[in-house]
């Protein structure tokens, strides 16, 4: 069966640095190119990053680049994001997916003072 | 940016009637390898998003068969034929033929009359 598992959410401030994890199982983790999708409270899905699957290509969307790192770990099954210079509107819960297909369960980041 | 518009925004439906959902995009989602990447989530009150169709139009597994996508171009719809209690959650459109980046709809709400 597949499995998503989030983690590294939390409560940090306006500048703050945060890693997020997401560790996989229940399929060839290094086949699979892996998103992180997010949602902001009571609003809708925003696409966030994107990894190939050897990790030789990235993209980000434009409010998060120099901003954010997306990386992978195909030992380790696992799946980061890196954010710096965190901003109030970087509130959300973060999902990582596999492809678009499998969905995590997501993480919460909350970016207050 | 490929922009995604869903309607209606809110559905209330009757349990056993069918349901429609549109989503339009501002330019054609054929891509240059003939596919058109055009995929529906579902997302229950309080659950992480799911895959119900991809490629406007096939089914993903243990997607029950009420379920159907069609469309081309820059039209899709998203069909239940008999809605259940089940059902009720927030539906998006998402798009993977021109990204970076990835977009969705807005969502359009299900709910129960």
């Known amino acids: 069966e597949v499995q998503l598992v989030e983690s590294g959410g939390g409560l940090v401030q306006p500048g703050g640095s945060l890693t997020l994890s997401c560790a996989a199982s229940?399929?060839?983790?290094?086949?699979?190119?892996m998103n992180w999708v997010r949602q902001a409270p009571g609003k809708g899905l925003e696409w966030v990053s994107y990894i190939s699957s050897s990790g030789t290509t990235k993209s980000y969307t434009d409010s998060v680049k120099g901003r954010f790192t997306v990386s992978r770990d195909n030992v380790k099954n696992s799946l980061y994001l890196h954010m710096d210079s965190l901003r109030a509107e970087d509130t959300a819960i973060y999902y990582c997916?596999?492809?678009?297909?499998?969905w995590g369960q997501g993480t919460m980041v909350t970016v207050s003072s | 940016d490929v922009v995604l518009t869903q309607s209606p925004v809110s559905l209330p439906v009757t349990l056993g009637q069918p349901a429609s959902i549109s989503c339009r995009s501002n330019?054609?989602?054929?891509?240059?390898?003939?596919?058109?990447?055009l995929n529906w989530f579902q997302q229950r009150p309080g659950q992480s998003p799911r895959r119900l169709m991809y490629k406007v139009s096939n089914r993903d597994p243990r997607v029950p068969d009420r379920f159907s996508g069609s469309g081309s171009g820059t039209d899709f719809t998203l069909k239940i034929s008999r809605v259940e209690a089940e059902d009720v959650g927030i539906y998006y459109c998402m798009q993977g033929t021109h990204w970076p980046p990835l977009t969705f709809g807005g969502g359009t709400k299900v709910e129960i009359k």
């Open positions: 997916a596999r492809s678009h297909s499998y």
């Open positions: 229940g399929f060839t983790f290094s086949n699979y190119e």
């Open positions: 330019q054609s989602l054929v891509h240059s390898d003939g596919n058109t990447y």
